[in-house]
């Protein structure tokens, strides 16, 4: 069966997701949501690995006991024993196209589990990108770009939030030219407001615009220190997939560690500057 899924390329997938949690697990700057989907992927691999197993010897039983009645009925003379021979022959054909369509089904399911090991990859890049540096600007460019290439939105933005006034401050984001005259907001109301409350993503189902379509707080553990605010993605997605939340959350949760990081660093490097110049005035001639 043409549909049927090599041992090889099971054994390949296999030892991509053991590369993938074998890397995993040398970065503590990873969370438990994204051990959780190396875990899953682990177990959904395992899985189809057995299942497709099962299917290649129930395809080689049924395909020897189809050659061997229809050899009895080249070799058959009676007409009642050829009807018995040939209703035995659909009864056979009609459990090969069952196996094919289960064929079907468990190609589909190894093509989304690649899909997972293809975001776990990219959200590994895309943790090491955002803390290879600790300049603010940086690691807000890089947000930018992460958001775009992983869930095709062509419209968000990236709020931090301000320690002494709770106060959202706009950092970054994409396609949101007039939204936000002020880059402070201070009163965020209905989904924002909900979501900055009790540190949940939000999510519309099944579009792909809305006011907003998701909102992902950005938290370090328990704590919310911003939040990502999408408005679109692209349209031949027609709406929010399992996996485009859970990248969601992934990269908040990595995001959020590097902008905190790279702003406490910033506001420290300004003010030391500010302190040696103020040193350098007072320094005796």
Not at 33 to 52: G, H
Not at 82 to 99: P, T, Y
Not at 163 to 186: A, H, M, N, Y
Not at 214 to 240: D, N, T
Request: glycine residues 4%; proline residues 3%.
């Amino acid at each position: 069966m043409s549909s049927n899924i090599p041992a090889v390329e099971m054994q390949r997938l296999f030892a991509r997701t053991e590369e993938l949690m074998m890397s995993n697990g040398k970065d503590q700057a990873d969370g438990p949501a994204m051990k959780d989907l190396f875990r899953r992927t682990k177990e959904l691999t395992i899985e189809l690995m057995r299942d497709n197993e099962q299917l290649r010897v129930q395809n080689l039983l049924l395909e020897r006991q189809k050659i061997e009645a229809e050899q009895r009925l080249d070799h058959s003379r009676l007409g009642q024993e050829n009807e018995q021979l040939r209703s035995e022959l659909e009864l056979l054909n009609g459990r090969l196209a069952d196996i094919e369509k289960n064929s079907q089904k468990f190609r589909r399911r190894y093509e989304d589990i690649e899909q997972y090991n293809m975001a776990l990859s990219n959200v590994y890049i895309a943790a090491n990108q955002l803390h290879s540096t600790l300049d603010f600007t940086a690691v807000v460019k890089m947000a930018e770009e992460i958001l775009w290439n992983f869930v095709a939105s062509p419209s968000f933005a990236i709020f931090l939030r301000d320690e002494k006034t709770s106060d959202l401050k706009l950092v970054g984001g994409q396609g949101i030219e007039g939204r936000f005259p002020s880059d402070t907001l201070r009163e965020p109301a209905g989904m924002m407001a909900d979501a900055l409350t009790d540190g949940m993503s939000l999510f519309v189902e099944g579009v792909t615009t809305a006011d907003p379509l998701a909102c992902v707080p950005l938290k370090i553990e328990e704590r919310v220190v911003g939040l990502v605010v999408v408005y679109q993605i692209e349209e031949h997605k027609g709406g929010l997939t399992d996996l485009d939340k859970e990248l969601f959350e992934l990269l908040a949760n990595q995001t959020a560690t590097a902008m905190t990081s790279s702003r406490v660093y910033s506001e420290t490097v300004k003010k030391l500057k500010s302190m040696e110049s103020f040193l350098n005035l007072i320094k005796p001639e």
